[in-house]
């Protein structure tokens, strides 16, 4: 990995992003961004700001009705079905609510990593190579969870289920990790577990990361780059040290109490 | 946390399978689940093998099958009215019977609801009661009803009751049973009596569970009220009988073409008296 | 403190009620009228109806039982080879009809267009026209309940699917995953519940409808009983009721244990 001195590579390219309802809402009102390689950036601002629709037009789970995506040299929003498949598996995504299948056990959700690099056929038939598993298995015990690797997902804990997610997303060995407010539903020591395996893991590897968290504090202690988002616009784009409370207060105007929540 | 070398030396002595590809599904669940689809198909193979079919009757049959199907592609409206006091005939028998089933099955629930029971014997004799005569399916009942009332609507409405008054007692009382417990509490708890549990409380609490299961069971009763005329009690079934009897297949297809309009009719009107009665 | 007295519920409540009530009471007196019913009938055709039961099937005659062990076999077979091939069927149809796993809108259309016709046609009108086509035996009332059956599961399954929360389905968009891995990965392992419970539930259905396919000639136990009681051999009758009876109950129990397992 490239330090200091040296330029990193632009991963991630966003120009004049849009997003609009069909009842006139704009979600994201023209954004732009541009993320290099191994970045570690939070994204912060009031419940509604568009975090989550940003995140999700990164990876297309939202349709942009406007504006351009350029990750890694492809085009998101032109990408057809094979292409869009091959950037989504080149970009893991941690959920709120950890969207795991509760029935299968943990080892076989954080297969499920691999599935946007196999043949469907394959994937549909649980055709993983052993190296697949021996690897899920390590990212497994990596985070502490190497006695949970047969229990079915729907035993585990919140913190236990968050950071089978995270291995989900390490397991796809991607190139960006797109996570949409990872702590939200959990208690503080779950969530010092859960950030620490993000930031760690990623630091690593050298994956770029994108953090959405409403908890201001938590930006900070992690974040080299912190950008704010109100009402669909990138109103901040700088170092935690560059955010004054002023621009704190400036980006939650009308919901501060939400800087402060654990938990929305 | 672990790092790799540490990881790779104990996978290899705790993996029970070395050599052998790794297992990546919960145990207990996969276990049932094969039970499951291998009993199943083990009595599915042992079915079709034991089964007796006469192929050459099928052949013949299927040899049959175009012309049947032409025919009854000529729709015919000639027996248009009929057909339709028929349907009438029959929704009407099935409304009949569902109200009347209404009224006894009402009181019969808060009697076999285990919360709700003045005597938990005479609860759980009906309880066992209603279940035999659940298991008794409808066309029987109306065949027995037939054979003693005669043929006509009369026969099919009784026949109807039995089965439906079962149905429903067994309903509301689960239903009673599950919802019930807070509000007779509460009931009891300021002093109220029987009557004031059930009509107070109890009702206005279950009242959109108790309207939903009977338009569910009054949708089922339309069905086996279409099929009591073919057992001789009234309504449009006797007719499709005698069409089918007499091969009479254009007038069939109208037949069958109204009570598939009628029932899916009804279903979406259920439905919709269902949304607006929850809504409030 | 004022005298008058506080009404109990809205006054356009009220209104509302009374007007249902009255509609429904011209509902049911207008009913009555069309098929000549008449409450008095009824309360004197009760009697009659419970003394007959009690005089002419009781006691139930047992004597030809041999002969009746194979149609009661035939029957649990009709039901097992029917809600086997129905609840495939209705697989399939289902993850067509369910908005969030159809491929193409036009599929879900085509496929609710089969599915309500065919649920809303009862079962023994396609067993008795089948029987004209194909002739007496079990395979008509097999086609019917596979009908009837596969187009009722069909809906059940779909709404089971539908109500799978989208997250797991989001969650392996976001991976790159394939149609058919999302629906071997998220949606199959949260709809095996519900599968097992309503197959089972229709294979208890299918039982009982087996039993009375015979009375259009379809095979099974029914046709016993059509024979014996257009010969006015009631206790003989009653004997093959009791029979079908006990069966229907004891598979309601195995039925009812295998559920509490599986879930």
């Not at chain 1, 939200?184 to 969530?191: I, N, V, Y």
């Not at chain 2, 050459?56 to 199907?69: F, H, M, S």
């Not at chain 2, 009181?107 to 759980?124: E, R």
């Not at chain 2, 027995?144 to 009332?149: D, E, G």
């Amino acid at each position: 990995m490239m330090l200091g001195g040296q330029k990193m590579k632009m991963l991630l390219n966003i120009q004049n992003l849009v997003k609009q309802y069909s009842d006139g809402t704009k979600a994201l009102n023209d954004i732009n961004l541009q993320i290099k390689e191994g970045e570690f950036i939070v994204i912060i601002g009031p419940s509604g700001a568009g975090k989550s629709s940003l995140l999700r037009s990164i990876n297309r789970l939202i349709e942009p009705t406007g504006g351009t995506i350029n990750f890694s040299g492809q085009s998101v929003e032109k990408a057809n079905k094979k292409e869009l498949r091959f950037i989504r598996s080149h970009i893991g995504m941690i959920f709120q609510n950890y969207n795991l299948i509760p029935q299968l056990s943990v080892l076989e959700n954080v297969l499920h990593g691999r599935l946007g690099y196999m043949g469907s056929i394959n994937g549909i038939f649980n055709r993983y190579s052993e190296e697949d598993k021996i690897k899920a298995i390590e990212w497994l015990t990596k985070l502490g969870l190497e006695n949970e690797i047969y229990k079915r997902a729907d035993e585990l804990s919140g913190g236990q289920k968050q950071r089978v997610g995270v291995c989900r997303a390490l397991m796809q060995e991607p190139k960006l990790i797109l996570a949409d407010e990872p702590i939200a539903s959990l208690d503080p020591k779950s969530s010092t577990a859960v950030m620490d395996a993000i930031y760690h893991n990623c630091k690593q590897m050298g994956i770029a990361c994108l953090v959405n968290l409403h908890q201001v504090e938590i930006a900070k202690t992690y974040a080299t780059r912190i950008i704010g988002i109100k009402k669909g616009r990138v109103v901040f784009d700088g170092t935690s040290e560059e955010l004054t409370d002023s621009m704190i207060y400036n980006i939650y105007e009308g919901k501060e109490e939400q800087m402060y929540q654990q938990t929305i | 946390m672990k790092n790799s070398d540490q990881i790779n030396i104990e996978l290899e002595s705790s993996l029970p399978n070395t050599g052998k590809k790794i297992k990546i599904a919960h145990k207990a669940t996969q276990r049932q689940q094969r039970l499951f689809f291998g009993i199943v198909s083990l009595l599915f193979i042992v079915s079709l093998f034991l089964i007796e079919i006469d192929y050459q009757v099928v052949v013949k049959g299927l040899e049959r099958t175009p012309a049947i199907i032409s025919e009854m592609t000529q729709i015919s409206f000639e027996q248009f009215g009929s057909l339709l006091s028929g349907m009438l005939s029959t929704l009407v028998i099935a409304l009949l019977a569902v109200i009347i089933s209404f009224i006894v099955s009402f009181f019969l629930s808060f009697l076999v609801a285990n919360n709700t029971t003045p005597n938990k014997y005479v609860g759980i004799f009906f309880r066992y009661f209603l279940m035999v005569i659940r298991s008794v399916p409808t066309p029987i009942w109306v065949l027995i009803s037939v054979a003693s009332l005669g043929f006509g609507p009369m026969a099919g409405i009784i026949g109807l009751i039995f089965p439906t008054t079962s149905f429903l007692v067994k309903a509301f009382a689960a239903q009673i049973e599950e919802e019930g417990n807070d509000v007779i509490e509460a009931i009891r708890s300021v002093g109220g009596t029987w009557w004031h549990v059930i009509f107070k409380g109890l009702l206005p609490v279950l009242f959109t569970g108790l309207i939903s299961t009977l338009g569910v069971r009054f949708e089922l009763d339309v069905h086996e009220s279409v099929v009591l005329g073919i057992v001789g009690a009234g309504g449009i079934g006797y007719l499709l009988q005698s069409y089918i009897q007499y091969y009479k297949f254009a007038d069939l297809t109208l037949g069958i073409l109204i009570v598939f309009i009628t029932i899916y009719a009804l279903e979406l009107l259920i439905n919709w008296i269902r949304i607006r009665s929850s809504a409030r | 403190m004022d005298k008058g007295r506080a009404p109990m519920t809205l006054p356009g409540k009220k209104i509302k009620r009374s007007l249902t009530l009255i509609f429904f009471g011209l509902l049911i007196i207008l009913s009555m009228k069309y098929v000549d019913f008449n409450v008095l009938e009824l309360f004197q055709s009760i009697p009659i109806f419970i003394s007959f039961i009690f005089t002419d099937f009781f006691p139930p005659n047992f004597s030809d039982v041999a002969d009746y062990v194979k149609p009661v076999i035939d029957t649990l077979f009709i039901s097992v080879i029917a809600t086997c091939i129905s609840s495939f069927l209705a697989m399939v149809l289902a993850f067509l009809m369910a908005h969030n796993t159809t491929p193409h809108p036009v599929c879900r259309i085509v496929a609710r267009g089969i599915v309500t016709f065919l649920r809303s046609v009862p079962f023994l009108l396609w067993a008795a026209v089948l029987v004209v086509i194909l002739g007496v035996g079990p395979l008509p009332g097999m086609i019917g309940l596979i009908l009837f059956g596969g187009a009722f599961l069909a809906r059940v399954y779909a709404e089971s699917i539908e109500e799978i929360g989208s997250d797991s389905l989001e969650a392996l968009d976001a991976v790159g995953a394939t149609y058919g891995q999302k629906i071997k990965h998220a949606i199959l392992p949260q709809f095996l519940p519900s599968f097992f419970s309503w197959t089972l539930f229709m294979f208890e259905i299918n039982v009982r409808a087996s039993a009375i396919l015979g009375i259009v000639g379809a095979g099974g136990v029914g046709v016993l009983i059509k024979e014996s009681m257009s010969l006015f051999q009631y206790s003989k009758a009653s004997a093959v009721i009791t029979i079908m009876i006990i069966m229907i109950l004891m598979l309601e129990f195995i039925t009812n244990r295998l559920r509490r397992r599986l879930i």
